[in-house]
């Protein structure tokens, strides 16, 4: 089953919800980064409630960037996503394996921490980026989310996200779920839907037994209860080029491109999203501090 997001409303006009399977996504991801479990659940985690969380605004175009740091051993996590389903990032310490929780599951909060923050910037195109965080909740990622929305957007909501990582370090199975109150929902309806959220089995449980997101969804509202709007490829698509990266190094001082040019010939450059590698030679880190050198006339 490749990745795929559904964006729905129920019937009664109370709620919004998203469902996506992300295996094939944080697969990349896990094999990109080399992460071990810890890891792989934590970043995991971050690109599924990132990818459903941009998948959600109402404006096309609108690009978000996650930030999520509880100062435990994973360290920080970067996510960024669009509202077309591509979603990219990394983490700092992908070699993290721990010990499993109380309830035999991947220790995640123990992983990020809880000292710390979710932070999202949302940028548009001819707008100023806007940046919102909140303090961590449980460093759970999915109960961070769902803080982050209650408390930063006013949106009540709910957000399961889940990674099933195998003995070998392959994924087994990813997804999730945004449940989204609409103004006038009720509540004895919002109870309703906690209670079958607490009743259902774990996300993981039903990726692993190929549940489709609209099953999934089906599972929380009961079926025939919904309006599916749309369906939306989902994938790990990091847009990095060597063209990319020489306009961002014609920013470095020109003092420091030269150093890179007399001590080491050139430079090497790695992506931290994709861990592509671009190697600019002589003539080419020549090229580019002329560039950075225009600019530092036209910026006088």
């Not at 964006?7 to 071990?36: I, L, P, S």
């Not at 932070?119 to 548009?124: D, F, I, K, L």
């Not at 006038?184 to 009743?199: L, Q």
Request: glycine share 8%; hydrophobic share 35%; charged share 25%.
């Amino acid at each position: 089953m490749k990745d795929y997001l559904v964006k729905a409303t129920t019937t009664d006009g109370m709620f919004r919800a998203y469902a996506v399977n992300a295996k094939d996504t944080v697969t990349t991801a896990q094999k990109d980064h080399d992460t071990w479990s810890a890891s792989s659940a934590a970043l995991g985690r971050t690109l599924i409630g990132s990818v459903m969380l941009a998948a959600s605004v109402d404006k096309s175009g609108e690009a978000i960037t996650v930030k999520i740091n509880g100062q435990g051993p994973v360290g920080g996590i970067v996510a960024d996503s669009d509202s077309k389903g591509h979603v990219k990032g990394y983490i700092q310490n992908p070699h993290v394996h721990l010990p499993l929780n109380d309830n035999h599951k991947i220790d995640v909060s123990r992983a990020v921490g809880v000292n710390g923050f979710l932070e999202v910037t949302r940028a548009s195109a001819n707008e100023e980026p806007y940046t919102s965080s909140v303090p961590l909740a449980s460093g759970e990622i999915g109960d961070d989310f769902t803080f982050y929305l209650a408390q930063s957007e006013q949106i009540p909501s709910a957000v399961g996200v889940s990674v099933f990582v195998n003995d070998d370090h392959s994924i087994g199975a990813a997804g999730g779920y945004l449940i989204q109150t609409l103004p006038g929902a009720s509540d004895e309806a919002i109870t309703k839907v906690i209670n079958r959220i607490k009743e259902i089995p774990m996300i993981s449980e039903l990726l692993l037994d190929q549940q489709t997101p609209e099953e999934i969804l089906d599972l929380i509202f009961g079926k025939g209860n919904l309006h599916i709007l749309d369906q939306m490829p989902v994938e790990f698509y990091c847009d990095c080029s060597k063209e990319k990266f020489a306009k961002d190094l014609s920013g470095i001082s020109v003092d420091q491109l030269e150093t890179m040019l007399t001590e080491d010939k050139g430079v090497n450059v790695t992506c931290n999203f994709c861990q592509s590698k671009y190697r600019y030679n002589e003539d080419e880190l020549k090229t580019i501090i002329d560039v950075a050198k225009q600019k530092k006339v036209q910026s006088k």
